[in-house]
């Protein structure tokens, strides 16, 4: 039994027990991508006895209801391990009809068109600086630009100086790359501290903060209210812990693909146009979020009981390699959803389906947009060991890259 395992509740039938363990594994850092692909010859829903227990969906469609039925699937608890008395990061961490008003706060206000009218011209100018800081037609794609850009656009729109950057980034390491309990939660407190002091700071000068985003909270309002400090602390949390990893996750093995691939680069390189359906298929290819859930009551769902409080795993990466949703599912295939955008659960589905999700999508475009043309001849660097980081979120931990 692994070190990680613990015992199987009197409810989890024996056949439905298998080992899967998405922190830690030694196979998902060296095959991410098949192991989670052959989940599709495992049964719809099973219990994984690591990481205090939980149950794994394996199906794109059942993922989904997860994500949608509320009723049984609480989001009040989202860690896996669980931890209890959990930070509450708002909108995440609520249900309808809770989480609806909070959620109208962003979509509204924050990712409002408003907010976000630099987003694009802003995204491109630090890609560009970026670039320039590359040395002799090389990178280290994850330290130099992936792990750099989400963390210096939120900052910008929240009005922080980007002198925080480096913190930032290694906060967000620990939250979601930390390999123990302790780890994450030193994550968490970093991040925490330095939040509530900068915040309590701007809400002192209101006037003084640029910031479109942290601006467009401020003046939001819940129930015809200002939101209070602590809300908004929840909000900036959620915003940090949401919305940075995951775009460099998937920064990550997007440019991994395109460097590998020639003839999928030079396709995007020739039709700028296109970058954005093609985006699409590589969400879907390459989903990176494990995102738990917790079941809210004693009930049977698709034949197997649940009982209140068990750990749910509804895996973004599992769904977009689900077989029965997505033929020869390990292929990147431009043209798998016609002319038009493929469906996919890379930003989850139901009521929380991610309302950053426009944020991502622009900085991944331009990414596509500035970076493709700029680098003739992309390949990975010679000899390079590429490690997968599992957990949270999937990602790489080092690419190194050249052209030319």
Known sequence: MPASATAVPAHVPPERVIHFDFRNDAELRRDPWGYIARMNDRPDIFFSPDLGGYWVVTRSELIAEVFSRHDLFTATSLAIPKIENPMKLIPNSFDPPQHTAYRKIFTQNLFSPRALRTLERDSRAHTRAL??????????????????????????????????????????RDIFRGRTLEETTRGFAGADRFIREWLAEQLADVAANSGSMFQAMVNARIDGRTLTFDEMHSITMMLFAGGLDTVTSQMTHIMKFMAENPHHRQMLIDDPKFIPIALEELLRRFGISNIGRMAAKDFEYHGIQFKAGDPVLASTPISGLDARAFPDPLSVDFGRGGHSRIKHGGFGAGPHLCPGAFLARTQLRVMLEELLPAMPGLRPAPGAAIETLPGATIMLAALPLEWG
């Open 131 to 172: 670039l320039t800081g590359f040395q002799a037609k090389r990178c280290e794609f994850v330290a130099d630009f992936a792990a750099k850009l989400p963390v210096e656009i939120f900052l910008l729109m929240m009005g922080c100086d980007l002198a925080h950057r480096d913190d930032c980034i290694i906060w967000v």
